[in-house]
């Protein structure tokens, strides 16, 4: 995917942030590229993640740098470490995403920092729990694979299960179902898988517990994720957020249909239009 030759925030370039010394901030961060990913780093800090897409996760995490791939959240508290009257940089960092991703490249200034010169004050405790998450129930889920793919011949084509999107049939899911996705990525490329209409989790023990629509499926790798068809039946669509590669055909759609609906026929399959 194409990226930007030059980095907004809030609409801005390099735009200047004043902060106290210890004064924490709540920063909820919205990643609107369309291919970048951002890897948060400031010198002489760390975050506390608090969630992402859905608002607070199970746990608050302790991190070095915040990595918030394309329509990814994240949500993070900043505490201001730096003496009063000192300047510091916010910084995206080249973060690996596929072939040629960090080869040659440099960090890019983001965001100014300015610490004011009024005294210090005492940062709050960050609770450790945060929300309670109950495990989606898979006893009984239909089992689905999605394997993101790309073909190249005279054109790149991209889909889902080796099919673009134009030539794709909707999955047909009934109202109130849990299903779980094992998504496969064996392409050169990591893609941002994102599901309209619903959260899912992840089932990855190593991860803090949350509600999620985006999740980063990194080159050759899988990882699985449950979802609960709970309500709003209609037709939604599932994609790659780099969106040069959902246009290439890396995009999907499916169908939730209420059982004690009329049967109404799927929409057809997309046509391309170059």
């Known amino acids: 995917g194409r990226e930007g030759a030059v980095l907004l925030v809030n609409g801005k370039v390099r735009p200047r942030l004043k902060v106290r010394a210890g004064k924490q901030q709540r920063w909820r961060i919205i990643n609107a590229t369309r291919a ?4 948060i780093r400031l010198r002489n800090h760390r975050f506390m993640r608090l969630g992402g897409d859905n608002g607070l996760a199970a746990r608050s995490e302790d991190v070095y740098n915040l990595i918030v791939t394309p329509g990814e959240r994240a949500d993070a508290v900043f505490t201001p470490a730096d003496p009063p009257g000192t300047r510091n940089v916010l910084r995206w960092v080249p973060t690996e995403r596929g072939y040629g991703s960090t080869y040659n490249r440099s960090s890019e200034q983001m965001l100014a920092i300015e610490t004011v010169a009024d005294a210090p004050v005492t940062p709050e405790p960050i609770p450790a ?20 793919t790309i073909a190249i ?10 099919v673009p999107y134009w030539q794709a049939k909707p999955l047909e899911i009934a109202l109130g179902d849990t299903e779980v996705w094992r998504i496969v990525n064996n392409t050169d490329f ?19 517990p ?3 629509d985006t999740v980063n499926v990194p080159t050759k790798s899988e990882l699985t994720i449950a979802v609960r068809f709970d309500e709003r039946p209609g037709a939604w669509m599932y994609h790659c957020h780099i969106l040069d590669h959902a246009e290439a055909g890396m995009m999907g759609h499916l169908v939730v249909r209420d ?9 057809p399959a997309a046509h391309h239009h170059h």
């Open 190 to 208: 990591s893609h941002p898988f994102h599901l309209h209409g619903y959260f899912f989790q992840v089932l990855d023990e190593n991860r803090v």
């Open 210 to 212: 949350e509600w999620k």
């Open 259 to 267: 059982p004690n609906e009329p049967y109404t026929p799927a929409p």
């Open 153 to 162: 011949a005279s054109t790149v084509e991209m889909g889902v299960n080796g």
């Open 129 to 148: 729990e945060l929300r309670a998450i109950e495990p989606i129930d898979i006893a009984g889920a239909t089992e689905r694979t999605l394997d993101l």
């Open 36 to 39: 970048r990913y951002y890897n």
